[in-house]
């Protein structure tokens, strides 16, 4: 057992075995269907949410196989850093179950959630993965913090700083940063909830631009968090593995952000189902995250609410349940624009399917993340009630209520309505949703109710047992 | 007169600027410099390293600012000049700032800008100059200067490894290792009874991301403490070196601008090098928005500045920027020799008796010129700070720093080819009681004593 990994983890990287990347990617690719047939893994596009633990299992103990052969891949060096059946077993059993975010009376506690918990999750929310204009990038942080139902903010990016692009590792990327972690900080302020956890800043792609948000005055503390990435698919580099340095010293909340993707470099649903279980054991191993951001994405067409998408979270999310107190949150990627009923439909599955299956909620990136200042608050808030009103659901319920849900939008979910962006959706003076945007909501909120799920009232309930 | 944010603009043009090949432009800034001298007719004479002549401080400061101008700064990354206009370099210069204070607390000192033949004594900003020191003797080395009477704060140095592991810059062992001597530099400061001492930089830092990484307000360093932004030789800088400024900016940390300039280089010879560094001094004041300067003149073989040319340089450029700014600027001596030797004594006071008479703050001290790690300890820097105090207590002008200076030289010139490379901490220490072996002790006292000979009153010293 080692005590400090660190040091241990740059000795591998600089004497690990040396490999191409290409031919490291081809290994991972033709391992995954050779582990896929030893296992028996099937994936079934009609169950979305399965009620198979056996299944869960074996999905996990591929994914620690895929792992333990393949290692991580160092770009930096072009090496694998391998590790032990032993050393992993280890450092799982070490994850906390439970931790603290945020200080003071806005913290809340994060708890690994098993299959069809009781537990909340707890609910993150702001721009993920969406870019922000500079002018609305502050509304948009505020109508998140704002939100009662919201238990954390993610500062989100902005890609200029004075009308300037930003480009990485220049000045303009320090002074960027600096600006979006100072604005996150402001806006948890002006919504009264002056310590709430900020879970990263997004606008930073480099190591310095990371590590230069941190300041308890303005910008980020040691309660809050900042993303770790890994590459597609099991690979880091230097400039990631240096913020570990820096934030476990801070105290900070390591953030393990993974995006494995479906129909990339492990194939089908089910190989990258595999993938994302072992990119949280390299978050474990490399970046000893606090938790991880579950973030498996479609290869073209960005989005995780598709059938493939949807059993991701719900089949990989209850393998890390029933074999690792490793706590993950989701990053819901719909294909709708905000302001339309579909990004809600697509919310509700996700939010359904990640409930059941021991995710916590994470925000929502409308319009897969690729159109500016689709972020609002109300979005967050449609989330966390369908979540909350999900517990203690059975998965054989929630696969009910996701294949519905699921059926709203099937067919244009490749071809989604382009929806607006928060300034025509929120009025900026007021910091509320527009009639047409409240309308949207309430419209998807009764139909759900009907369905059985009644978000406008169950969230209550929950809400009042946890507080 | 920036009508935008500083920062943006020289972004911009660091970005817009003339595409030039470095050689190209390192070629133009020589052919300048020699221009200059002849335009403001700056000449050097080795038997008056330390001239008292203000009418050619004030055209060394007129070349060097019209230096800038004229070659502007190279952008390493972009292969591009900044160019500044005379308007821009004054009105920033006219922002600097004059007093600073360093550190906090009880322990704070003021620092202010300082004329030439300053009857004010000068702060010393001292530490291993960012030479390197084993893991195992970092926090014992950093006390032995802490605790020096005639210290006003450390810099804490450099490691080269992390529990036995090289450092490589950009990697996690680089931040591992800043945080760890960071602390340590706090730790250091603590055990002397000053906790509030500023500290001037964490040297392992190579990359923005390790110098970033030494903040941490209780254990790390704290805003009222420095970090180094440095200048490539000669006026280079670069995107890593720029990304320090807005987040020291925001951080409120003393931004300390290093320069480097090679006496033999592209500067030429002294009376260019002077210029150049005058130019370069500016530039900290322009693109760095620096809190107080660090002037490390470095002869291009011996990576010293103890021979007439650092001399020189030393004189003219602190005495140009004496006379025609406020700025708050520091000098260290590099040196040939090493601890334990009368050599590095003589060396480190002729550059504190120039250094106090031309309007510098001290700070320092490099011994054998870096070479030998471990090298360096707290008695050699305390010295600096006690010459100097000495100097500006005795009423030293010009004339006498002159005499004083090359009577130090004859000392030690001589060793110039066979440096004495003396002993190291660990052996030039006592680490149990952190005091000067008594042979240390006998040097400090034998080069004080000719100091006084020579016009220096001192009072009593740490270890007469």
């Not at chain 1, 190591?207 to 303005?218: D, L, R, V």
């Not at chain 2, 100059?129 to 200067?145: I, P, V, W």
Request: net charge negative; charged share 20%; hydrophobic share 35%.
């Amino acid at each position: 057992m080692y005590s400090n990994w660190l040091p241990e983890i740059v000795r591998r990287s600089e004497a690990g075995p040396y490999i191409k990347e290409s031919d490291y990617d081809m290994k991972l690719t033709k391992r995954i269907p050779e582990l896929i047939k030893e296992y028996g893994l099937v994936y079934d596009p009609n169950v979305l949410v399965p009620s198979d633990d056996d299944l869960a299992n074996r999905l996990y103990q591929a994914g620690l196989d895929l792992f333990l052969e393949m290692g991580v891949y160092n770009m930096s060096t072009q090496r694998r850093i391998l590790f032990s059946r032993d050393e992993v077993e280890e450092a799982v059993a070490l994850v906390p179950r439970s931790f603290t975010v945020g200080a003071g009376k806005d913290s809340v506690i994060m708890q690994h959630r098993g299959v069809e918990s009781s537990i909340p999750c707890v609910i993150h929310s702001g721009p993920t993965g969406t870019p922000a204009s500079e002018k609305y990038h502050p509304f948009i942080l505020a109508s998140c913090a704002q939100e009662p139902l919201v238990d954390c903010l993610g500062a989100g990016s902005v890609s200029t700083y004075q009308g300037e692009m930003i480009i990485p590792g220049t000045p303009l990327e320090i002074l960027a940063v600096q600006r979006d972690a100072a604005v996150a900080r402001e806006a948890i302020r002006k919504a009264g909830r002056p310590e709430m956890h900020i879970n990263d800043v997004a606008s930073p792609l480099t190591c310095a631009g990371k590590i230069s948000t941190y300041n308890p005055e303005w910008g980020m503390r040691s309660t809050d968090g900042l993303l770790i990435s890994q590459m597609v698919e099991l690979k880091t580099d230097y400039d990631q593995l240096s913020r570990v340095a820096r934030m476990k010293t801070l105290g900070m909340h390591i953030v393990d952000l993974m995006t494995p993707l479906i129909g990339g470099l492990g194939g089908g649903p089910v190989g990258t189902v595999i993938v994302t279980i072992a990119c949280h054991l390299l978050g474990v191993m490399c970046y000893q995250a606090s938790y991880h951001i579950y973030g498996h994405m479609h290869l073209l067409h960005s989005t995780d609410t598709d059938r493939m998408g949807l059993w991701g979270y719900a089949a990989g999310g209850q393998a890390l349940a029933l074999n690792t107190p490793i706590q993950s949150i989701n990053a819901i990627y719909t294909q709708a624009g905000l302001g339309t009923e579909q990004a809600l439909w697509e919310i509700a599955a996700a939010s359904v399917a990640c409930t059941v299956s021991g995710i916590h909620q994470g925000g929502v990136g409308a319009r897969g993340g690729s159109t500016e200042d689709h972020t609002s608050g109300l979005e967050n808030r449609f989330n966390a009630q369908v979540s909350h009103s999900s517990l203690g659901m059975t998965r054989e319920e929630a696969n009910g209520y996701v294949l519905e849900f699921f059926s709203k939008y099937e067919e244009t979910h490749m071809n989604p309505p382009g929806g607006k962006p928060f300034s025509e959706i929120y009025n900026i003076d007021t910091l509320e949703p527009t009639e047409e945007w409240l309308e949207k909501y309430h419209t998807v909120s009764d139909a759900i109710v009907k369905t059985g799920l009644d978000i406008n009232n169950r969230w209550k309930e929950v809400k009042r047992k946890s507080n | 007169m920036f009508t935008r944010e500083r920062l943006l603009e020289i972004y911009q043009r660091s970005r817009s600027g003339k595409f030039m090949k470095e050689v190209e432009y390192d070629l133009m800034l020589a052919k300048r410099v020699q221009e200059l001298l002849k335009e403001y007719d700056i000449k050097y004479d080795p038997k008056n390293v330390c001239p008292a002549d203000d009418d050619m401080a004030d055209r060394v400061f007129q070349a060097g600012l019209q230096l800038l101008v004229d070659v502007g700064a190279y952008h390493l990354d972009t292969q591009r000049v900044i160019k500044f206009t005379k308007e821009e370099v004054l009105d920033c210069l006219r922002l600097a700032p004059d007093t600073l204070y360093l550190g906090e607390g009880k322990d704070m000192v003021i620092a202010k800008h300082r004329n030439i033949e300053d009857p004010n004594p000068p702060l010393n900003l001292t530490g291993p100059a960012g030479q390197a020191c084993d893991e195992e003797y970092y926090l014992a080395n950093l006390t032995s200067y802490a605790q020096e009477p005639y210290v006003d704060a450390i810099e804490s140095g450099a490691t080269l490894t992390y529990n036995g592991y090289d450092i490589m810059a950009g990697t996690l062992m680089e931040v591992l290792a800043v945080q760890r001597d960071a602390a340590t530099a706090r730790e250091a400061v603590r055990r002397v009874g000053k906790p509030g001492m500023h500290i001037g930089d964490a040297a392992t830092g190579m990359t923005a991301i390790g110098k970033m990484a030494a903040s941490e307000p209780i254990n790390g360093l704290r805003p009222c403490d420095g970090r180094l932004v440095a200048q490539m030789c000669e006026l280079k800088i670069d995107d890593d070196q720029l990304n320090r400024v807005p987040y020291l900016l925001n951080n409120g940390n003393h931004i300390i601008n290093l320069m480097t300039p090679l006496t033999g280089g592209v500067g030429g010879g002294p009376d260019g090098v002077a210029v150049v560094s005058v130019a370069e001094t500016l530039l900290g004041v322009v693109a760095y928005y620096a809190d107080y300067h660090y002037l490390s003149i470095t002869h291009i073989k011996r990576a010293n500045n103890s021979d007439e040319w650092g001399m020189y340089v030393l004189a003219m450029a602190g005495q140009a920027m004496a006379r025609n700014s406020h700025i708050v600027w520091t000098c260290d001596p590099f040196c040939v020799s090493g601890p334990v030797t009368d050599e590095l004594l003589y060396e480190v006071a002729q550059h504190a008796v120039i250094s106090t008479v031309c309007g510098y703050t001290q700070h320092g001290v490099g011994a054998t010129g870096g070479f030998e790690p471990n090298h360096h300890t707290g008695l050699e820097a305390g010295f600096q700070g006690e010459v100097g105090v000495a100097t500006a207590n005795s009423g030293i002008t010009r004339e006498k720093a002159n005499e004083i200076a090359l009577k130090c030289l004859k000392k030690y010139e001589a060793t110039f080819d066979t440096p004495k490379r003396g002993l190291p901490f660990q052996e030039a220490y006592d680490l149990k009681t952190l005091q000067p072996i008594e042979e240390w002790k006998e040097c400090y006292r034998r080069v004080k004593a000719d100091l006084a000979k020579w016009g220096l009153q001192f009072t009593v010293g740490p270890w007469d």
